[in-house]
Every structure is written in C-alpha cells, then in structure tokens.
C-alpha cells in the first residue's frame, strides 16, 4: 500500500498524545521493524506498542482516515515477510503478555497474544496441561502469531496444529467495533446473519459464497488433499465447509478456523482461547538414524510414521556442517556417526524408559528389515533436550554458510502427503539439479513437510529473478501432488503470489471477496495473501548491489568484513528468549523487552546504516550508538546465536570507530586505565582505599565518572599478588612430586583488587603438586577493549602473545584466574593482534584456560582425587561468568567444586549478572544493571538455605552479588582450598 499523504507526522504526533502504549517513528525504532526473519525489507510509516484495546481501536481509526495500514506483529519470527510493510507495524510482545484465565477442568487457557508459549507452558506444567504446538521458535514465540500463522512444530503428527486449538478470538473489526468468534450452533449463525453491522455482513458473505455448490466443488477440487494436516495456503474455507451449517452432521461454525492462518490479514486479535492437553507421557527417547542419501530418510520417514512416534524430523548434512562451527552446537553432535548425508529423528514416549526404549527398538528393526539407514543410537532421556535444540537450531545455523550465498526461505513450507514424500522430494531434487542446486533439506519429514532451501545470493540480480523461478517451479511440483505450497510459515509475501496456480483462480478470487469484505479499506497487513507484490520486490537488497567494506582495527576477515558478520544474523530471534529458558543472551533484552536490545536488532541497526552510508567515517550514526548502548559484551551471542553473530567484538570496534570522530569521554579513559590508576593507587593502598570509601572523596569520583552513587568501589589490598609472589612463593613448601608447570596470567583486576584469591589459587596449585610461574606481562586489555579503545589493547595483547608464545604449549599451559581476562587469549587476541601476531596467537589460544578448566581436567586425568578434600557436606549454589559461559563451559566449574566427596553443586539457570565489567558501574545503567540481577540471580541468592556457599568465578559477578544481595560470593579456587585435608 503506498501512501496517499507524504507528510503524517503531524497526525502522527497527535495520535501518540491519544495512546497509552507507546508509537514511535524515529529513524532507528523503524529500522529496528524494517526486517523480520525472511528476506524482505520495507521501512514502515511508525511503530506502536499498544497497552490496551483502546489503543487498537485508535490505531484502526488513524489507519482508516490516513489511509495507512496496519502490521501485526509478536516476536517478529516470519519467514515469509508477514510482519514487514510500510505502514504501522503494530507490536503487541511488550505489554499484551498477560495470562488471562485458566480452566483446569475443561483444559482450555484465554490469553493476550503476546504470551510466550513456552512461558503459558511453564505456568500450566503444575497443573498437568500443555499447549501442544511446538515450532522450533517455542522459547520466544508468542500465541498471536502462532495463530496468525497456524503453527504446527514437531510434534503435530500427534497433536494437530494450532488452529485445532483455537476455541475463541476475541478480535476488533476494521469498523473498530469488538467481535468474538467461537462455536455457535446453526440458530446461532442464522442470528449472526441478521446483524446490521460488519460482523453480520462477513457472516452473510461466508454463506453467501459456501452455499453455492459451484463453490463447493471449486473447494473440494482444488484445495490440498485433506490427508495433509499441514495445509495453510490461503483462507482455510475447506474447514469451515465441513462445518454443520454447510454440511449435515458437521462440527460446530466457528470463524476462528478462518482467522487461523489469516496472517492478521482479516481482524485484529486482542484475547485467544485455546484449548489444551495432558501432558506426555515424562520419559522421552530419541531415534537418531543415519541415512546415507535424502531418498533413503525419506522412505524411512514412512516407516517411521507406522509406529506411535511422537516426532519425525529430519536434518540433512548442510544443516549437520554448519553445528560444527558453532560454539553451543558442536557440544551437542555427540550421537552423529560417520558422515551421513541425513538424520532422521524420531521421539517415542513412554512412562518408563524401558517403555519408550522398546518402542525405539522395534522402529530399528523395522529400518534394518527394510535395509535403510546404517546406525541408530538411541538418545536417553538425560540428553534429548541438547539433541532437540541440535534440529531446533536449523534455521539460525543456516546463516554460518560462509559467504553471500545463503540458504533462502521461500519454498521450504511445502508439505504433501506422507505416501507422496520420497517421490516428491526425488522430483525436486533433479529440479534443483537443473539449477545448479544442491538444496537444503530438514524439519517435519513425519508430516509430509521438508524445509527445503535453495541456496542463493539475493544481492546478485541473477540470484532474485531464480529465486522467483525456482518457487514458481516448486509450486507448479506441489500442485502436482495436490500438496500446499504452505505447511506453517504462512503465505506472506513470499508464497502468496502462487496461490492461484495452488487453489485455482476462481478460489483465489473467493479470497479476495473474503478479505475486501472484512476489510474493505485494506488497513489489516495489506499485500499477505492476496494482491501482493511480485515476491522478489521489496528485498533486503537491491540487485548487484555492491556490500560496502569498512576498514576495521579488528580482524572480521573470517567472514567477509565487519559487516557480513552484521548480515550472519538472519532474523531467527534466537536472543528474545526470555530468563526462563536459560542461557546468557540477550540480557538486556530480557529486562528492556525492547526490540533495540536485543542482538537482532542491534545487527540490523548495523547492516541498514552501514550498508546505505555514504558518510566519510561509516560508524559515525547516533542510531548505531544508540542500539549498541544496552550491549553488555556478555559474549552470549557467540555462543548461543545460531548464526554466532559477535555482537561484542563488533561493539568494540564500533566504540574505536565512533570515538575517532567525537573522543574519548573521560569515563571511558579511566576504565580503559583502570590498571595505571590502580598501580598509582596502589603506592598508597591505605589513603587510596579512604579515599575510595569515603563518603565525600569517592561521592566526588563518582559524579565526575559518572559512576552510579550506589555502587562500592573496588578497593585495592594492602599487597599486589605479583609483589606477594616474588616474596613469599619460594618460601612455600616444594610439592614432592610437581606433577605439572603451568604460568599464571596475573590479571589486573586479581593483581589489585582480590589478591587474597590470587595468593589462594597459588597456595592451592602448589599442595596439589604443580609449579607455578608468574613473569612480567602486559594486563590483559580487557578493560580497553570494552571501551573501545583498540590501540591500547591491541599493544597489551600483542606484547602477551610475544612473552608466552614460546613458553606455553600442551604440557604448559597458560592459566588465568579471572574468566573475563584470560579468555581474550581464546577469543579476541587472534583477531586483534597486528599481522605478524596473528598465526601465534592462533596457536596460544588452545593452550590457555581458566584455572576453572586446568583443574577440571587434572581431576579428569586423575591427578587430583577427592581423597585430598574433606568428607564433609557442604552446598553450593555456583554463577558462572558470562565469558566462561559462553567461551568455555560451567562443567569444569561444577567437576572442581563436585570434586569433595560430599559437595553438592547446583548451578543458578541464571545469564548475565547484570554488572559486565563497567556496565554496572555507570549511572545510567546502574538501574538496568540491578534488574538482570534481579531477573534469576538475585533470588535465587537470596533464597540459599543457610550455610549454603555462593560461587562465582567472575570478580564482576561477585561484586554484583554483594551489591544486590549483601552475600559473599567466593571463587571456586577459595572453596576447594577450604575444602583441602
């Protein structure tokens, strides 16, 4: 829809005086909703966050006067460009969230379409209930758009799709008027009929157009074969023609069968009611059988739905490479055999295991009596959720092919019956062959739907025009097997065009008089379904466009630039899952619940204003800066992104980039030299340390820093750790035997600040049997980097690589204290270092680890044993950094302070703690600082039964603990010194 009027700001500042939500239109928040996860990109008129349904009704009204539009939107997740237009993008995840009502008994839940549906999950497991539905977005997907797109997930071969859940929408019309669509009886409908108002009249027009049996067999005819439960191309009028008021003995009428799957291109939903079922039986196990061709998964996958499988998926060898270069997903390969060309998953249940491992065994035998497949492990119940999240990261890991060509969403929803699966995807395999293809193939094989994915470069003009041929193509092949071009994606922008050559014209017109009749302004997410725009408009790129390169300190070159690694993020939303559902990323999305903050936005923010820059300094954007403000540089987005987009690293550099243009600010500089501050300091430790707790000297430093006035200042100790060493290590006693020599990297902040942990670690290592070096070396620069101030950390970082690159190897290995400061070597030093530091650094990297690791695996090599450590009990409740996190892992962490034979270790589900180095510190984000504490962390803290330890191995994170929760957190080298015999 192109806008009549050019200039409606005006209206649009009045229209934000009249709503209780909140509606901007600036250049960064409209960016933000230019995207959603499919490829398309249009800059929207405003975006609004509703609060209440007057709210909607007054957007409805501004849409209708200034001919503008309204978009739908919850997490923002849709493939098919459902939620990108050019007039108000309405986002309903911050403030409809609510749980509305809950009946037990009749199994059914009402709420706002911005709840969460693993969230709604967690609220009804008490009560033995679930939501059956389960994308592969189920941790940020929300019941709205579930809705509006009919959603189906995994395990819809048993439980159906959403729009089988769906008892009740309460909606308003595009007249603003309130509707609520439910079950009614024949009368009822009747009633309907005679209403004087557009509710009445959308009931007319369905009986209207149904009762002609022209119609009817147009439907019957050329609708997708009723087999495939999986069917979502167009309006779904075949369910509401099996409905008793055109057809005897039918279901109760209900519209919410119609509005399921609408796109939000009928009505606007406000409340949803959904029915729900028992949970499944508690004890789960995994099939994972190999396949060496898609032909031999696929006739298993037609084995496999003979038995009581609860699942059938599929994952092919592209999506397979791609989890080896992921951080989070490499871990969960474990079960992957050889090299298949695919992995067919299959889930059975059962109350016992032994129960869901019988019926795991008999679906073997089957494959091996026909001869498919050539290994089968059977994944327990204690790790199916990590071989789970291995198939549910698909789509993000798609983005880590390497490169401008990617896999491309546009004919991966096309589902057929499961008799016509092997044929089908034979027949698409030889099409793409044509092409030059080699598709990806995954997801829903036990329902007849394969996410299948050409693989293209949409910048390039010859890519856009073959992604248009290759889906026209696919649909003419679909056709053929009276398949429907939309499984649960949604037709959208992408499919929408195909829907003629799908249902026929006759029921494509049928469509458009649907929608023209409950929308005649076409004000509800125009161009979705019908009269759309031919679908390779509007793209994320102009054809042939050139991607601009910036000149970087850091090294992006592994992936084409600074940023190509902007463009690795693919929209999935991996980073709006909320504290519940674990992980670090994203923090400050998950106390803002802006979409500003989260990695998705912040990597939009950068591809729109650096791909369009025509500015000398390309980094010199208000708006980048602004996104980027809320990053904590937790490092969670390397890890647990799919796509392992570094927002961090690309923080950093954009910090360096920016401040060459506007400065330093002096906060910045004194972080950045908080270890030359803390060795003037450090002269005097006494007078400092008044002067850092004194109410009017440190008041003074904070107001000058900008440093929050609640917060303790570090105080520095009596001695430095590097003094201590030089003066009392050769007074310790020499173990009897040194089991190993490892060097101590003495960070800055152990250096000065908890140098009693510093002196323990050291006590610790040498009555365990290990030598320990310290040598004169650079502070790590961590400090810098997190300012952006790269020149400085480049020089530490390449004076660390010169001293230790000829010292350290396998056998001795370079051991830090603080996570944070080490884990640089592993992470940032190989792209920050000078040229001629680059191949040394690559090296050291695999030869350093937190002190954490070194002793996890000296337990493993049974060099430290539980006989050297009481035998009291003792529980710990542990908080692991967001670094170790995410670079490295809590097992270490958990394996050493397990290791005391009576040690119990629970590991807090927490993320970030909400300090992230300075982050906390500084005024303006002390308030958002506490509530990520407060989010898992603080509470959980709180809640520690008495006696119980804290451990946290990051100096940030104990520093946080104390300052929000007045507990003392101790390192994990602390506790297991206390814990020696």
């Known amino acids: 829809m192109t806008l009549t009027k050019p200039n409606l700001l005006p209206a649009l500042e009045n229209l934000k005086a009249k709503l209780a939500g909140d509606l901007k239109f600036d250049s960064l928040t409209k960016t933000l909703y230019a995207t959603d996860a499919s490829v398309y990109r249009e800059m929207p008129l405003a975006v609004a966050l509703p609060k209440s349904v007057e709210d909607i009704r007054q957007l409805i009204l501004f849409a209708k006067v200034n001919k503008t539009s309204l978009i739908p ?12 237009g050019n007039g108000i993008v309405v986002d309903v995840s911050k403030y409809f969230t609510s749980i509305l009502e809950f009946n037990q008994e009749e199994r059914w839940v009402r709420v706002q379409p911005g709840v969460v549906r693993d969230e709604l999950n967690r609220f009804l497991k008490p009560h033995g209930l679930f939501f059956s539905p389960i994308t592969s977005t189920a941790n940020r997907a929300m019941i709205g758009g579930m809705v509006g797109n009919n959603s189906s997930g995994t395990t819809s071969i048993v439980y159906g799709t959403t729009r089988d859940k769906v008892i009740q929408l309460k909606t308003i019309l595009s007249d603003g008027n309130e509707a609520i669509f439910e079950p009614i009886s024949k009368n009822e409908f009747e009633a309907k009929c005679k209403l004087d108002s557009l509710e009445g009249e959308v009931y007319r027009q369905l009986k209207l157009e149904l009762s002609d049996p022209t119609a009817k067999k147009n439907i019957e005819e050329n609708f997708p074969k009723k087999s495939i439960h999986r069917r979502n191309t167009g309006y779904a009028v075949d369910a509401l023609l099996d409905t008793d008021v055109f057809q005897e003995g039918g279901e109760l009428f209900n519209f919410c069968k119609l509005l399921s799957g609408s796109e939000g291109t009928l009505a606007f939903t406000t409340e949803i009611k959904i ?222 065009p195909f829907i003629p050559i799908m249902v026929g014209e006759d029921n494509y017109q049928l469509f458009r008089r649907i929608k023209y009749t409950w929308d005649p302004d076409n004000i509800f997410n125009p161009g979705k379904i019908v009269d759309t725009a031919p679908m390779n408009t509007f793209l994320r790129y102009e054809p042939d466009m050139k991607t601009p390169a910036q000149e970087t300190l850091m090294d992006f070159g592994h992936v084409g630039g600074f940023l190509r690694m902007a463009e690795k993020c693919n929209g999935s939303g991996d980073c709006r899952k909320l504290p519940a559902s674990g992980g670090t990323m994203c923090p400050s999305y998950q106390a803002t619940r802006n979409e500003k903050d989260t990695t998705r936005g912040r990597a939009n923010t950068l591809r729109e204003f650096l791909t369009l820059d025509k500015k000398s300094n390309p980094f010199d954007h208000p708006e980048i800066k602004e996104a980027l403000d809320l990053c904590l540089s937790c490092k969670g987005c390397t890890a647990e992104c799919p796509s392992n987009v570094d927002m961090a690293s690309m923080k950093a550099e954009f910090l360096y980039q920016y401040q060459k243009q506007h400065g330093v600010p002096l906060r910045s500089k004194a972080f950045a030299h908080i270890n030359d501050l803390n060795g003037l300091a450090g002269v005097l430790p006494g007078l400092s340390n008044f002067a850092l707790n004194n109410g009017l000297t440190s008041g003074l430093m904070k107001s000058i820093l900008g440093v929050a006035s609640k917060r303790q200042l570090p105080t520095l100790q009596k001695v430095n750790l590097r003094t201590w060493y030089k003066k009392s290590y050769p007074q310790l006693p020499v173990p009897e035997k040194i089991i190993k020599t490892i ?239």
């Open 275 to 496: 029915s729900l079922d028992p949970l499944p039986d508690p004890v789960e196990v995994v099939v994972a059988a190999h396949f060496e061709s898609i032909h031999q998964s696929m006739l298993a996958a037609q084995v496999a739905m003979k038995h009581p499988a609860t699942a059938v998926e599929l994952m092919d060898k592209i999506i397979l490479d791609c989890t080896k270069e992921s951080i989070e997903y490499s871990k969960n390969r474990y079960f992957v055999e050889g090299d298949p060309m695919a992995l067919l998953m299959v889930e059975f249940t059962g109350n016992t295991e032994d129960e869901a491992r019988s019926k795991a065994q008999q679906l073997i035998a089957d494959f091996k009596a026909t001869d498919l497949g050539y290994a089968y492990p059977i994944i327990g119940p204690d790790k199916t959720k990590s071989a789970w999240a291995l198939r549910s990261a698909g789509l993000g890991l798609l983005a880590n092919i390497p490169g401008d060509r990617k896999a491309v969403a546009c004919i991966e929803d096309t589902a057929v019956d499961i008799e016509d699966l092997a044929a089908y995807i034979d027949e698409f395999d030889k099409m793409m062959e044509a092409y030059g293809q080699e598709p990806v193939h995954y997801a829903h094989a036990g329902a007849g739907e394969i996410h299948l994915r050409p693989i293209l470069d949409l910048k390039k003009k010859k890519d856009q025009e073959e992604f248009y041929q290759i889906s026209l193509d696919v649909a003419k092949l679909v056709k053929k097997y009276n398949g429907s071009l939309s499984g649960e994606h949604g037709d959208g922008r992408v499919r929408a």
């Open 73 to 84: 939107r919850t997490a923002g997740t849709s493939l098919a460009g459902q939620c990108v």
């Open 743 to 981: 060097y101590l990297f003495v960070d800055e902040f152990t250096n000065y600040n908890d140098t009693e942990i510093g002196i323990t670690a050291i006590k610790l290592l040498n009555r365990l049997g290990y030598d320990v070096k310290v040598i004169d070396h650079q502070e790590s620069g961590r400090s810098a980097l997190s300012k952006g101030l790269l020149v400085k950390a480049r020089k530490h970082a390449d004076a660390n690589v010169e001293i230790f690159e000829k010292l350290i190897d396998s056998n001795t290995p370079l051991v830090g204290i603080e996570p944070s400061a080490i884990l640089g070597f592993r992470d940032e030093y190989p792209k920050l270092v000078s040229p001629k530091w680059v191949e040394a650094a690559k090296k050291l990297k695999f030869h350093t680890l937190t002190i954490d690791e070194f002793i996890g695996r000296e337990i493993a090599a049974g060099n430290i044993t539980s006989d050297q450590f009481t035998g009291q009990a003792q529980n710990i409740k542990l908080h692991g950094h967001c670094h170790q996190k995410a670079i490295s892992s809590l097992t270490w962490t958990q394996k050493l302070l397990s290791l005391p034979t009576n040690y119990s270790v629970e590991i807090i589900p927490s993320g970030c703690c909400g300090m992230a180095g300075s982050f906390g510190y500084e005024k303006e984000h002390y308030e958002l600082s506490m509530q990520i504490g407060e989010m898992v962390l603080f509470p959980a803290v709180r809640e520690a039964a008495e006696g119980t330890l804290i451990a946290a191995p990051g100096t940030s994170c104990r520093h946080q603990i104390a300052d929000g929760t007045g507990k003392k957190a101790k390192h994990p080298v602390e506790i297991l010194w206390e814990a020696l015999r």
